[in-house]
């Protein structure tokens, strides 16, 4: 055990000289072209020179031109950041303030012509030129300036006289206007510091909308001084108060970033009715749901007295959010309590409605001008896509693309975010290749322009406070970068190479996704040594899409999320890494790369009996029991595999027919994960075998 931790550490130590190497890689002549910066999102257009600007103690900076305020506060962070990225103490200028203006010696000139605009399609493009003295940033308002330095940050490099910031000229705006993320706060709450630190996330990668759905069948979160049973029964008493909504929009508008509020109806409205039952469809006693999925509670539209009700908390609640967007939801409405409900059924027929969401489009034009007359333009999930639905409605597609260039060609204005659902557990190169406007889709300009952008979607049934950052990064920084940068940035081996380094940064800013594996698998192993599960950790991967939660009925919002499938990360890199590496060997075999993959089969296979002694005190971690002991007899066979490629034998049918039921069996589930190498294994069995 002692020489096996010790090659662990050496293992650990080299990875992480790796990544250092990485993260000070030096510069080149076209980021599009050689990727030799680390930026993410990738610039519009990027070339740079063989100048350095160094920093040391005399570093200022200066902001001209006519700015709002949010960017003193936000350069002011800049130099904080760096000097906690480089170790240089910058004390010497504690905070930036207009009367730095006439510092013209600044080592970085910040030029801003107007105030921005929190608002959709605010410009945010921003120039750098950097020379051997001097970094100019030029920007027609601040929030373009807030993203010039986050480029910046990503752009400090080091080399043997100290750390510095490359000659570039670069300029560069944003794809799409609306580059949003989805925190579901409903079904899990999470907290304020929460929220923050995903604010910050997002303004690294140079996200603009953090989209809040506030209320759901598990709990209503806003407290609402109109409508105090909203919080007294149908928040379990976990809510935001209104100041914490004033303090999270003031956070978010300090770097650029608009919040979106969603409360949804007519559905997904357990909570509201549990507080207000009147307001139901169908009488029955209600209670706010603990399991997860799509219930049949419904509000009723045949109810007058529903309109003056929303009509009142909508705007309670639009006066708490400033942004011009409200989300009404509109989504999963089963219509059942209206297709079974005898006075709602005679009003549909009185009208000629002939299907349930003939009543929803009824009930949503009913409440448009509700919105609209509180200044506000609605969005909905696309199940609202109906015949009579107004064109001044935008459009959230979830369900497919189907839907989203429906809605474009229909005239309305169109938000993506089918393909961005990082709940799903997906890789960051299925999101990263899920384009808006593919090659393959054939649209007018017009039609295009209805197109805002996309937004990535974290919904909270199997995350908490411990374990969301892991599921919304760094994935959803390459997400960003789709949003972003042109659509010939595409290179998905780049983009990974990229968001490892984008990972590290993220995780300077305080986000847990790295931090949280730790924790959990000390608590899990109940003080013993930690390795075996987390070399086996590293391997897997939570069940996808929605097949972790069978039938929704597996976990509650009470349920414990620190198990195996909490510990396990999407996307993991080993995997990653080691299934390119047996594509390059089956290819391309070579001793280096034989070695490779030898050592670590050798050392997956190996990991079973240290594995096996954990369980004595840490009976949490029997049903990983099954992938560990899989995981060994997979990695024997793929060794098996290697002699014989190695020594230019084939191996017959029997062997073949043997290692197919091992690589069967490791496909089974267990601890509701899965085994990300047995594809690799398969090619290398398979080509042992002369297939």
Same mark, same amino acid.
């Given at each position: 055990?002692?020489?096996?931790?010790?090659? &662990?550490?050496?293992?650990?130590? &080299?990875?992480?000289?790796?990544?250092?190497?990485?993260?000070?890689?030096?510069?080149?002549?076209?980021?599009?072209?050689?990727?030799?910066?680390?930026?993410?999102?990738?610039?519009?257009?990027?070339?740079?020179?063989?100048?350095? @600007?160094?920093?040391?103690?005399?570093?200022?900076?200066?902001?001209?031109?006519?700015?709002?305020? &949010?960017?003193?506060?936000?350069?002011?962070?800049?130099? %904080?950041?760096?000097?906690?990225?480089?170790? @240089?103490?910058?004390?010497?200028?504690?905070?930036?303030?207009?009367?730095?203006?006439?510092?013209? #010696?600044?080592?970085?000139?910040?030029?801003?012509?107007?105030?921005?605009?929190? $608002?959709?399609?605010?410009?945010?493009?921003?120039?750098?030129?950097?020379?051997?003295?001097? +970094?100019?940033?030029?920007?027609?308002?601040?929030?373009?300036?807030?993203?010039?330095?986050?480029?910046?940050?990503?752009?400090?490099?080091?080399?043997?006289?100290?750390?510095?910031?490359? =000659?570039?000229?670069?300029?560069?705006?944003?794809?799409?206007?609306?580059?949003?993320?989805?925190?579901?706060?409903?079904?899990?709450?999470?907290?304020?510091? !929460?929220?923050?630190?995903?604010?910050?996330?997002?303004?690294?990668?140079?996200?603009?909308?953090?989209?809040?759905?506030?209320?759901?069948?598990?709990?209503? %979160?806003?407290?609402?001084?109109?409508?105090? %049973?909203?919080?007294?029964?149908?928040?379990?008493?976990?809510?935001?108060?209104?100041?914490?909504?004033?303090?999270?929009?003031?956070?978010?508008? $300090?770097? =650029? @970033?608009?919040? *979106?509020?969603? /409360?949804?109806?007519?559905?997904?409205?357990?909570?509201?009715?549990?507080?207000?039952?009147?307001?139901?469809?169908?009488?029955?006693?209600?209670?706010?749901?603990?399991?997860?999925?799509?219930?049949?509670? !419904?509000?009723?539209?045949?109810?007058?007295?529903?309109?003056?009700?929303?009509?009142?908390?909508?705007?309670?609640?639009?006066?708490?959010?400033?942004?011009?967007?409200?989300?009404?939801?509109?989504?999963?409405?089963?219509?059942?309590?209206?297709?079974?409900?005898?006075? +709602?059924?005679?009003?549909?027929?009185?009208?000629?409605?002939?299907?349930?969401?003939?009543?929803?489009?009824?009930?949503?034009?009913?409440?448009?001008?509700?919105?609209?007359?509180?200044?506000?333009?609605?969005?909905?999930?696309?199940?609202?896509?109906?015949?009579?639905?107004?064109?001044?409605?935008?459009?959230? #597609?979830?369900? =497919?693309?189907?839907? /989203?260039?429906?809605?474009?060609?229909?005239?309305?204005?169109?938000?993506?975010?089918?393909?961005?659902?990082?709940?799903?557990?997906?890789?960051?190169?299925?999101?990263?290749?899920?384009?808006?406007?593919?090659?393959?889709?054939?649209?007018?300009?017009?039609?295009?322009?209805?197109?805002?952008?996309?937004?990535?979607?974290?919904?909270?049934?199997? *995350?908490?406070?411990?374990?969301?950052?892991?599921?919304?990064?760094?994935?959803?920084?390459?997400?960003?970068?789709?949003?972003?940068?042109?659509?010939?940035?595409?290179? !998905?081996?780049?983009?990974?190479?990229?968001?490892? +380094?984008?990972?590290?940064?993220?995780?300077?800013?305080?986000?847990?996704?790295?931090?949280?594996?730790?924790?959990?698998?000390?608590?899990?192993?109940?003080?013993?040594?930690? =390795?075996?599960?987390?070399?086996?950790?590293?391997?897997?991967?939570?069940?996808?899409?929605?097949?972790?939660?069978?039938?929704?009925?597996?976990?509650?919002? /009470?349920?414990?999320?620190?198990?195996?499938?909490?510990?396990?990360?999407?996307?993991?890199?080993?995997?990653?890494?080691?299934?390119?590496?047996?594509?390059?060997?089956?290819?391309?075999?070579?001793?280096?790369?034989?070695?490779?993959?030898?050592?670590?089969?050798?050392?997956?296979?190996?990991?079973?009996?240290?594995?096996?002694?954990?369980?004595?005190?840490?009976?949490?971690?029997?049903?990983?029991?099954?992938?560990?002991?899989?995981?060994?007899?997979?990695?024997?066979?793929?060794?098996?595999?290697?002699?014989?490629?190695?020594?230019?034998?084939?191996?017959?049918?029997?062997?073949?027919?043997?290692?197919?039921? !091992?690589?069967?069996?490791?496909?089974?589930?267990?601890?509701?994960?899965?085994?990300?190498?047995?594809?690799?294994?398969?090619?290398?069995?398979?080509?042992?075998?002369?297939?």
């Amino acid at each position: 055990m002692v020489i096996d931790d010790e090659c &662990r550490n050496i293992v650990m130590i &080299r990875k992480k000289i790796l990544l250092f190497l990485l993260v000070v890689a030096g510069t080149g002549s076209q980021a599009q072209v050689n990727n030799s910066f680390n930026l993410m999102p990738v610039p519009a257009h990027l070339t740079s020179n063989a100048n350095k @600007i160094y920093v040391d103690q005399r570093f200022r900076v200066c902001v001209k031109g006519n700015p709002d305020k &949010r960017i003193y506060a936000e350069a002011s962070r800049f130099l %904080r950041r760096l000097s906690n990225q480089t170790g @240089i103490f910058l004390d010497k200028q504690g905070f930036v303030t207009p009367q730095d203006s006439i510092n013209h #010696s600044a080592a970085l000139i910040i030029h801003v012509q107007r105030p921005g605009k929190l $608002q959709l399609g605010e410009d945010e493009s921003y120039s750098i030129q950097s020379n051997v003295q001097q +970094i100019s940033v030029n920007a027609t308002n601040d929030i373009g300036a807030i993203r010039a330095l986050e480029t910046l940050l990503q752009l400090v490099s080091a080399d043997a006289t100290g750390y510095y910031f490359p =000659g570039v000229e670069i300029d560069d705006q944003p794809r799409f206007a609306w580059r949003g993320l989805l925190l579901d706060v409903a079904l899990h709450f999470m907290p304020v510091d !929460v929220i923050k630190r995903t604010l910050d996330g997002m303004a690294e990668v140079k996200m603009n909308v953090l989209h809040l759905h506030l209320c759901n069948d598990q709990g209503f %979160r806003v407290e609402s001084k109109l409508f105090p %049973r909203l919080q007294q029964v149908a928040s379990d008493g976990i809510y935001y108060t209104q100041q914490d909504i004033r303090d999270i929009i003031k956070y978010a508008d $300090q770097r =650029g @970033i608009r919040i *979106v509020p969603e /409360f949804v109806v007519p559905a997904h409205t357990t909570a509201i009715l549990t507080a207000y039952p009147e307001f139901a469809s169908v009488k029955r006693n209600y209670k706010l749901q603990r399991y997860f999925g799509v219930f049949d509670p !419904v509000m009723d539209p045949t109810n007058e007295k529903l309109y003056p009700f929303l009509e009142k908390l909508f705007s309670e609640m639009s006066s708490l959010f400033p942004d011009e967007y409200f989300h009404i939801g509109g989504d999963e409405n089963t219509g059942k309590d209206w297709e079974n409900t005898p006075h +709602i059924k005679s009003f549909m027929q009185a009208r000629g409605m002939k299907k349930y969401m003939d009543l929803q489009t009824y009930f949503n034009k009913k409440i448009l001008p509700i919105v609209q007359g509180l200044g506000k333009k609605m969005i909905g999930w696309d199940e609202i896509l109906q015949p009579g639905i107004p064109l001044g409605v935008t459009i959230q #597609s979830w369900r =497919g693309n189907e839907s /989203f260039y429906s809605s474009v060609r229909k005239g309305h204005k169109a938000i993506l975010s089918y393909g961005y659902y990082i709940d799903l557990i997906q890789p960051a190169s299925y999101h990263y290749l899920n384009d808006p406007i593919p090659d393959s889709v054939k649209l007018t300009d017009a039609e295009k322009k209805n197109i805002l952008g996309g937004e990535a979607t974290m919904w909270s049934e199997l *995350v908490t406070t411990i374990t969301v950052d892991s599921r919304i990064w760094p994935r959803t920084a390459a997400i960003a970068e789709r949003l972003w940068s042109p659509q010939t940035v595409n290179n !998905v081996d780049d983009m990974y190479r990229r968001l490892d +380094i984008a990972s590290l940064h993220l995780e300077a800013l305080g986000l847990q996704h790295l931090l949280y594996q730790q924790m959990l698998m000390r608590q899990l192993c109940n003080g013993q040594d930690i =390795g075996p599960l987390e070399i086996l950790t590293n391997l897997i991967e939570p069940l996808k899409i929605y097949e972790r939660n069978e039938g929704d009925t597996m976990y509650t919002v /009470f349920s414990p999320f620190t198990k195996l499938a909490d510990i396990a990360s999407p996307d993991p890199p080993e995997p990653r890494i080691f299934n390119k590496e047996i594509d390059e060997f089956i290819n391309h075999p070579s001793a280096h790369l034989e070695k490779e993959i030898s050592d670590k089969l050798n050392r997956w296979k190996e990991n079973d009996l240290p594995f096996k002694k954990l369980l004595a005190t840490a009976p949490v971690l029997l049903e990983a029991a099954p992938l560990s002991e899989n995981l060994s007899k997979l990695s024997e066979a793929a060794l098996e595999a290697v002699s014989f490629l190695k020594d230019e034998k084939k191996a017959d049918t029997n062997w073949l027919s043997e290692k197919n039921e !091992v690589i069967k069996k490791a496909r089974q589930q267990s601890g509701r994960c899965e085994l990300q190498i047995v594809d690799a294994i398969q090619k290398l069995i398979e080509k042992a075998a002369g297939k």
